[in-house]
Nanobody, 126 residues
Framework: EVQLQASGGGLVQTGGSLNLSCEAS????????IGWFRQAPGKEREGVSS????????WYANSVKGRFTVSSDNAKNTVYLQMTALKPEDSGIYYC???????????????????WGQGTLVTVSS
């Protein structure tokens, strides 16, 4: 059974930082791209960042470029999202998801992702 466990969310002030983790199990880590998505109340789910752990390729949405950093620890089957200079508009539930390695990691279409974690809540206060 494939499981993605996202954690690390919380409440932080504007300008603060948070580090999210996504631990994957039940899949061959190198065979997947891991994406981070977020969803704010009343808004559609949007892609934030993605990483190909086997190829060390990364991609970021323009809204987070320069502030967020995605990385992976392949030995731990874990992907991290380091978030800095947080803004209130970064608030939402953050999900990690997995899609086959052949997928284009620049395509943040959530409908294409096969497996999803349960999400972790990030709240940035103004």
């Amino acid at each position: 059974e494939v499981q993605l466990q996202a954690s690390g969310g919380g409440l932080v002030q504007t300008g603060g930082s948070l580090n999210l983790s996504c631990e994957a199990s039940g899949l061959t880590f190198d065979d997947y791209i891991i994406g981070w998505f977020r969803q704010a109340p009343g808004k559609e789910r949007e892609g934030v960042s993605s990483i190909s752990p086997s190829e060390a390729e990364t991609w970021y949405a323009n809204s987070v470029k320069g502030r967020f950093t995605v990385s992976s620890d392949n030995a731990k089957n874990t992907v991290y999202l380091q978030m800095t200079a947080l803004k209130p508009e970064d608030s939402g539930i953050y999900y990690c998801a997995a899609v086959d390695i052949d997928f284009d990691l620049r395509d943040f279409n959530p409908d294409e992702y096969d497996y999803w974690g349960q999400g972790t809540l990030v709240t940035v206060s103004s």
